[in-house]
């Protein structure tokens, strides 16, 4: 199954349960928008485009649940769990983005309540499909530039699971191993949520691509020891310049490619690219819970009480950028001038 | 108590077992050289100068254990003990240096079985006390490097449990504290052992120094947004050129410091300086097991049988070193020429 489904029969949102990942692979069922909102929050479903699809499914609940007559009443309502959803992760842009879009959409189409129910749950399911085509089109720019007998390193999750489906920056290895390249993948474990050591290494285990998994602090000895001849994470915020943001730790790995002459490829859909913000200083980075860092999978590992600093993402200067690829194609710099022009395309 | 002591009335060696903080604090004693050689290949004691101090003692008690009634008999049946204690761990230097110097200072002393006993002993012993001394110079000479309301990095653990007592980075940044030095320390929580979230955060919990526990991923995004004045660390070996052997994770701190004009400094006694090698790539660098990377407490945290990369430590070129802190003085670039000068003082 993909990531995450929208049942329309039942009225239902579907989603792998990636908190439980790889020990179990469980199916959550989400019956109203909140459950959606609730399941981002605690990351049940995490990765900038798929939480932009689980958004506009929290819509296409929202539009069900909604017992409005008129089309100004249920666009009420849309605006206030639109609101709700937006509010669950401040980081990714994709979230506003698909809230943005669905909503815009079903009002622009002005239709009663009803056609606007169904044009709305139409909208959030032509997003979803639109999100697999769009990964499709990047793996194919992105496994371009990984050749034959190539080592990658890969931070964090940027794979299937953190779309709708075949993932942005493991979306291009995966294709590459496709495509009978042969290549082996560094997989940083990224703490504090460990996506990597939970979530890339059981992906790319299924797909049968040699990998090894390593503590974030080795990356920087494989490197060094000319291990590694490129590096490709996802984003969750690309800043008009060419700012990355993107899961804790991806600044270092950036900063220490940069020392080792080792190009650094950031994957994303346009929809991750943000024209409204000059730099990527200007984005906003969400600060999450102290037990993240002070317990592992329920255990302490820290003295009790212990003050700690919990930054989900940080900001890679467009300096430490080779390219970013997306589904229009790769966009070298200067960043400026070629997002101009792949996002007016 | 010190980290490590020799009980010469009971002839055993006790020392603070470091894997069960922070939860529990508990000695272990060890009966024999062979109790200490485990105690240093599973990490019960870990840290340069503190396994130096093992190595010593445990040679203590093979000279009791022996029955050897000739000088030379003794001699042999310590040769095999260093032999046993030096391959625990290869890449800190320390181990190989406190054995050396026992053994060579007994042979040296030239005495009878008994009095080589006594001596061996006694050599120990001293080794230990001098560690104190050591490290109670290196912490004024780098406290001096800190300011008033600076905040600093530490990585791992270079406190006094890495030592017989006081610490080597960590000292230092306790002394500033105890100075009076409004200072903060950020601790990397140091995957795979955790060594700044179990020890380190103990120890400043400890000395009431006000602290902030972070993912390693995280030390980036701090230094950016300009949180960070200063970095500490210890080490586990410097080579001839002012190349530092430390703990995984350490050379991408650098790096990332550098890029962000951070002075970076390493603190160790000279003891740890090993003239024998003129670069880092020399040092050889200790795989550790991969259950390190993959189990957390005893809980898995990856998919079953996956590959891992589990370096214990990396080299950090001299470049990236803003000076050397030891016993006799802050020693600053160019390397190869002052580590010769403090070395022959």
Redesign the interface.
């Known amino acids: 199954m993909r990531t995450i489904e929208l049942d329309v029969k039942r009225g239902i949102v579907k989603m792998i349960d990636q908190r439980q990942l790889?020990?179990q692979f469980e199916i959550v069922e989400c019956r109203d928008w909140r459950a959606v909102a609730d399941a981002i929050k605690e990351m049940t479903i995490r990765g900038a485009p798929a939480i932009g699809a689980a958004a506009a499914f929290g819509l296409a609940l929202a539009a069900r649940e909604s017992r409005a007559t008129t089309r100004d009443d249920l666009l009420n309502d849309l605006d206030a769990a639109a609101r709700g959803l937006r509010a669950t992760r401040p980081t990714a842009v994709n979230l506003a983005w698909a809230l943005d879009r669905v909503v815009g959409a079903a009002r622009a189409a002005n239709l009663d309540a009803n056609g606007t129910r169904e044009f709305i749950v139409a909208e959030a399911q032509r997003l979803a499909d639109e999100d697999v085509e769009i990964n499709r089109a990047m793996a194919q720019h992105g496994a371009a530039l990984i050749e034959d007998g190539d080592s990658v390193l890969t931070h964090c999750n940027a794979g299937a699971l953190a779309t709708v489906d075949v993932g942005t920056a493991l979306g291009v290895i995966i294709e590459a191993h496709r495509q009978g390249k042969k290549i082996h993948v560094?997989v940083d474990?990224?703490?504090?949520r460990?996506q990597g050591?939970?979530l890339t290494?059981?992906e790319l285990?299924q797909a049968g691509v040699?990998?090894?998994?390593?503590?974030?602090?080795?990356?920087?000895?494989?490197m060094?020891r000319g291990k590694i001849q490129k590096c490709f994470v996802g984003s969750d915020r690309v800043a008009a310049n060419g700012d990355v943001a993107n899961?804790?730790?991806t600044?270092?790995?950036a900063?220490?490619a940069h020392?080792n002459g080792i190009p650094f490829y950031a994957v994303m859909p346009t929809s991750t690219i943000d024209m409204n913000l000059a730099n990527g200083d200007l984005i906003p980075?969400e600060e999450r819970d102290a037990r993240e860092?002070?317990h592992?999978?329920g255990?302490?590992?820290?003295?009790e009480g212990?003050?700690?600093?919990?930054?989900a993402f940080?900001?890679t200067p467009h300096q430490y950028i080779t390219a970013l690829v997306t589904e229009r194609g790769v966009v070298y710099p200067p960043f400026v001038e070629n997002l101009n022009k792949i996002m007016t395309l």
């Not at 474990?189 to 504090?192: A, G, I, L, M, S």
């Not at 040699?210 to 494989?222: Q, S, W």
Request: aromatic content about 10%; overall charge positive.
């Open positions: 790889p020990h560094f474990e990224t703490r504090p460990l050591a939970r290494a059981w285990t040699p990998m090894t998994l390593i503590a974030d602090n080795a990356a920087g000895f494989y060094r899961k804790i730790g600044y270092k790995n900063v220490v020392a980075i860092v002070t592992i999978e255990m302490p590992i820290a003295p212990v003050r700690v600093g919990n930054p940080d900001v």
